[in-house]
């Protein structure tokens, strides 16, 4: 039994230690013979200290005279037909572990032994150590669950010497992040994955969430079922591309990429659970995607081949939002945020669905909407109420070959006379681009308008935890950044207008008149008379 015991220090340096997925235990030197337990800087958790065995701590670093601790369990399930263990035979098991055991089947067995129904042989935190800690076998767990952005930590196994050990926490834990493309109609340009975008209304906008899975392989592996909750929310001024919340199409789609993106499979839709709300008057729209556990999905690609779930391997969610005509327009957007809940605890044993979690802050883009007012003036007088200009707008388009590539953007619009005598015309929810406005129908009196080309561009943050509108301009003039405008001028000229019948004019065109007959007659006596000198 001394031999067996004789390496149980090694053994549990790397394997019963490696059990937590952490690099191991720092030693420095004590002021007592007997040792201690404390937290590496910077670690803002309490710890509960469970004590298993104690015994004698041996120059050659082995535990001799092993006796249960003050949380040994007797009564165990490690195939001895329920009697009761000595913490000798005990020690005997856990030494005997395979190093090629993977490290949750190493803590279930080492889980046996400790009873933490009892009270915890104490407490450990930053600036709070454990002192005059008898030589033994210890372990170390989260005091308390674990919530926000953070994770619980797999049990933490030390053997304490005659040296002071240090808890060094290393809990992984997934990032998250969303995005949305911007598309320019004019060049037909796309942008990659970024933190804002501006569209026209009824434009299908593009977004992406992606959770990166925990990058340590074995933390991740730590996890039994490992739980993963989408939920996005967006403003009123968006509505979800999904049929079964109204839409007449369907975007979702979800799919995993592994690590070094070699592999990639989309998940079935029952590999998940969805549920869509759009957004109301009172209320942002939201969506929820559930997968339960990603460890027991059975994942193909395309070419049918199995795709394994992975330490580090990303799960993509992307769909598209309609803006609509509740968007806002200008500097304040149509926000829209997301964060993702996720497995925090690798102690957890139960089903994924039950998993407790963790959750990340919330990530934010911005979409962006503007309008054109057109100025409308007359060189003279003003036309009548009841008739009033018309006119039509029209966005050059990228691939469009019919009317020069112009494709009309709204409806046609009828100037309205302000209350302070203006004339204006407002095509709202516009993005950049190339325009033509087009006056479509021009009162009495008045000659049409020559059709006003125009640019509109626009600057905002493309990555950023706030994006903001920086520039907005129609040609090379400033808009109104906060209330997103633009203003175009257009100006009706008063037609030429015939004379009446009976005045000045018609006696200059009959004096006219018979200047040119007299003319004529001149010219036909002229001709006669020397035809008859010859």
């Known amino acids: 039994m001394n031999k067996v015991l004789k390496g149980l220090v090694a053994v549990a340096a790397t394997a019963a230690m490696a059990v937590a997925g952490f690099a191991g235990a720092s030693t420095a030197m004590a002021a007592d013979p007997t040792g201690g337990i404390k937290v590496a800087d910077g670690d803002t958790h309490t710890y509960s200290v469970y004590q298993i065995f104690t015994?004698?701590?041996?120059?050659?670093?082995?535990?001799?005279?092993?006796?249960?601790?003050?949380?040994?369990?007797?009564?165990?399930?490690?195939?001895?037909?329920?009697?009761?263990?000595?913490?000798?035979?005990?020690?005997?098991?856990?030494?005997?572990?395979?190093?090629?055991?993977?490290?949750?089947?190493k803590l279930e067995t080492i889980k046996k032994f400790i009873d933490m129904t009892k009270i915890a042989y104490g407490t450990v935190s930053a600036g709070k150590p454990l002192s005059n800690v008898?030589?033994?076998y210890y372990l170390a767990k989260d005091q308390k669950n674990v919530t926000?952005?953070?994770?619980?930590?797999?049990?933490?196994v030390q053997v304490v010497g005659n040296q002071a050990v240090t808890i060094t926490r290393k809990a992984d834990k997934p990032t998250f992040q969303k995005k949305v493309k911007d598309k320019n109609d004019t060049d037909g340009t796309t942008t990659d994955w970024q933190d804002s975008a501006d569209y026209d209304v009824n434009d299908h906008v593009p977004f992406q969430l992606t959770a990166t899975l925990p990058t340590d392989t074995k933390d991740f592996a730590a996890y039994k079922t490992y739980k993963l909750v989408f939920t996005d929310n967006q403003s009123k001024g968006l509505t979800y591309d999904d049929e079964n919340a109204g839409s007449s199409v369907s975007s979702f789609t979800v799919k995993y990429v592994s690590k070094d993106g070699t592999k990639t499979a989309t998940l079935d839709s029952s590999a998940y659970t969805k549920v869509v709300t759009q957004a109301t008057e009172k209320a942002d729209g939201s969506f929820t995607i559930t997968i339960n556990d990603v460890k027991s999905l059975a994942l193909k690609d395309s070419n049918k081949a199995d795709v394994t779930v992975a330490a580090g391997g990303k799960f993509i969610v992307e769909y598209t939002s309609t803006l609509n005509d509740k968007a806002v327009i200008g500097s304040?957007?149509?926000?829209?945020?997301?964060?993702?809940?996720?497995?925090?605890?690798?102690?957890y044993t139960?089903?994924?669905?039950?998993?407790p979690t963790g959750e990340t802050p919330k990530d934010k883009v911005i979409v962006f909407t503007y309008q054109l007012n057109v100025n409308k003036t007359f060189d003279q007088g003003t036309p009548a109420d009841n008739d009033l200009p018309k006119f039509k707008l029209y966005k050059k388009t990228h691939g469009v070959s019919e009317n020069n590539g112009y494709v009309q953007v709204g409806s046609e619009i009828e100037?309205?006379?302000?209350?302070?005598?203006?004339?204006?015309?407002?095509?709202?929810?516009?993005?950049?681009?190339?325009?033509?406005?087009?006056?479509?129908?021009?009162?009495?009196?008045?000659?049409?308008?020559?059709d006003t080309l125009f640019t509109v561009t626009a600057e905002h943050d493309?990555?950023?935890?706030?994006?903001?509108?920086?520039?907005?301009?129609?040609?090379?003039t400033d808009g109104d950044k906060t209330n997103g405008t633009v203003q175009a001028d257009?100006?009706?000229?008063?037609?030429?207008?015939?004379?009446?019948?009976?005045?000045m004019g018609t006696t200059i065109l009959y004096v006219a008149g018979a200047a040119i007959v007299l003319v004529a007659a001149f010219g036909i006596a002229f001709a006669v008379r020397r035809r008859n000198a010859r």
Not at 96 to 105: M, V
Not at 462 to 471: H, I
């Open 148 to 156: 926000g952005n953070d994770a619980a930590t797999l049990y933490i």
């Open 462 to 476: 493309v990555s950023s935890d706030d994006p903001k509108l920086t520039s907005l301009k129609i040609n090379q």
């Open 415 to 450: 100037v309205a006379k302000t209350s302070d005598n203006k004339y204006i015309a407002s095509f709202p929810r516009i993005d950049d681009g190339d325009y033509k406005l087009v006056e479509s129908y021009t009162p009495a009196g008045y000659n049409t308008a020559a």
């Open 490 to 503: 257009v100006v009706n000229k008063k037609g030429s207008f015939l004379p009446s019948t009976g005045g």
């Open 350 to 355: 139960g089903t994924g669905a039950n998993s």
């Open 55 to 105: 015994g004698t701590y041996g120059t050659d670093g082995s535990l001799g005279n092993v006796t249960a601790g003050q949380n040994f369990k007797a009564k165990n399930a490690a195939g001895t037909d329920g009697a009761d263990l000595t913490a000798a035979k005990a020690a005997e098991t856990v030494a005997g572990l395979d190093s090629n055991a993977s490290d949750s089947t």
């Open 332 to 347: 304040t957007g149509n926000p829209n945020e997301a964060k993702l809940q996720y497995s925090n605890n690798p102690n």
């Open 134 to 136: 008898p030589a033994g």
